[in-house]
């Protein structure tokens, strides 16, 4: 009997045969959300001008208490000069600091008797307040983002403050998510009773555009060697990533790696220590493409899913952001002597701010319907006896 592999082992297998995906230039609002694969430098100084912070006036601190009003510089104006005297220009927040002025003074300070202002009595001044001095936040030709970042709000401004309008970001892989079984119908068909709606697609879909993966699309194979090996053989002509759920066990109608091996589907593994999903199989096509077949029960098939595709084609798109994080259990939970557990939890968090995952084990690996109360799974190494409450594990989220 063939052993199985280590989590650690297969995660290992499927990271060393997963290339990088190639790049490819957007318009900028295109780039929402996806992968950087660029160097962003700061394109001047920023602020590029000593900026004025608040409505008011700027002036000379020493030219004393009370001051005439000479103009204003407004924001987007070009910069104006302060004119020798007791005198201030008028200011609003984003405005050039007019040159000979040192000082902004806010306009809830001041005191306006016609053309004319004054300090609020009491109130002290400091020379250089409410002014943001140009290069304050970066130098030019700084770096402002690295590739590998995901394109969130502030990276999206940090784009358009640096008039980058073109953006090189990771290609989204064209994906293939493939049902198998003589026993699915589709979500809008009438269903026998010893027939059951197909759900793994969606789910599996579901986890794959939540992270930005939205080039994908559906099918389903009956459970017949030839017909399955004719639609994969299309499916690997399509796509550069199959995602199989189903098919991939050791029974008499397991056709998937059999019409695998005869596309020329390398092998690399087949099998995991890990409960569910102990089916799992992965390899890699004649043009590079990944195939991931999982197990066809959905608690099985959603697991795999989030724990070995999703990271993948993450890493793949070369995405720099961790994907896990350890949290605390709530209760007890029982180990597998030799195999790792994957155990549903609902996570929250104590006054302190702590991670917890409230333990929420599946009866079976078919029994999904109860997924929907919790946010993800931990993972349990292999062990005897019972994880305690308070121990870490690692968790991932759906």
């Not at 609020?120 to 001095?133: L, P």
């Not at 009866?363 to 109860?370: A, E, I, K, L, V």
Request: with cysteine; aromatic share 6%.
């Amino acid at each position: 009997m063939t052993e199985l592999l280590s989590v650690a082992r297969a995660e290992a297998l499927i990271r060393e045969n997963t290339n990088r995906f190639g790049t490819e230039t957007v318009s900028l609002t295109a780039a929402m959300g996806r992968v950087l694969r660029q160097t962003v430098r700061a394109e001047r100084a920023l602020p590029p001008f000593d900026r004025v912070m608040m409505d008011g006036i700027a002036c000379r601190l020493e030219d004393g208490a009370s001051l005439r009003i000479a103009g204003m510089q407004a924001a987007g104006a070009p910069p104006r000069t302060l004119p020798e005297g007791a005198v201030c220009l008028e200011v609003t927040t984003g405005a050039v600091l007019p040159q000979g002025a040192d000082t902004v003074i806010p306009v809830e300070r001041l005191v306006r008797e016609g053309d004319n202002v004054r300090l609020q009595n009491g109130y002290a001044a400091e020379r250089g307040q409410f002014i943001h001095r140009q290069g304050a936040d970066c130098a030019a030709a700084e770096e402002l983002l690295a590739p590998g970042v995901r394109l969130n709000a502030p990276a999206m401004a940090v784009l358009a403050s640096n008039g980058v309008s073109k953006v090189e970001v990771a290609q989204i892989p064209s994906i293939g998510i493939i049902s198998t079984g003589n026993e699915l119908v589709a979500p809008e068909d009438d269903v026998a009773p010893w027939q059951i709606r197909r759900s793994n697609e969606y789910a599996l879909a579901g986890v794959l555009h939540a992270r930005g993966f939205t080039r994908h699309d559906f099918a389903l194979v009956q459970d017949d060697l030839a017909a399955t090996t004719a639609l994969l053989e299309k499916q690997l002509a399509r796509h550069d990533v199959l995602v199989l759920s189903g098919g991939v066990s050791m029974g008499e109608y397991d056709y998937v790696p059999r019409a695998l091996a005869a596309l020329g589907v390398d092998r690399i593994f087949h099998k995991i220590a890990q409960r569910p999903g102990k089916p799992m199989w992965f390899g890699v096509g004649p043009q590079g493409q990944r195939v991931f077949a999982l197990p066809g029960n959905p608690v099985s098939a959603l697991v795999c899913g989030v724990r070995y595709v999703v990271p993948a084609l993450l890493e793949a798109q070369g995405l720099n952001a961790p994907f896990t994080f350890p949290i605390r259990l709530q209760e007890p939970v029982a180990r597998i002597p030799t195999l790792t557990r994957f155990v549903p939890v609902r996570l929250h968090h104590d006054e302190q701010g702590q991670a917890l995952g409230l333990p929420r084990p599946m009866t079976t690996s078919g029994d999904f319907n109860r997924l929907s109360d919790t946010d993800g799974f931990v993972a349990l190494d292999p062990g005897h006896g019972e994880a305690q409450s308070g121990d870490i594990a690692r968790f991932y989220a759906w």
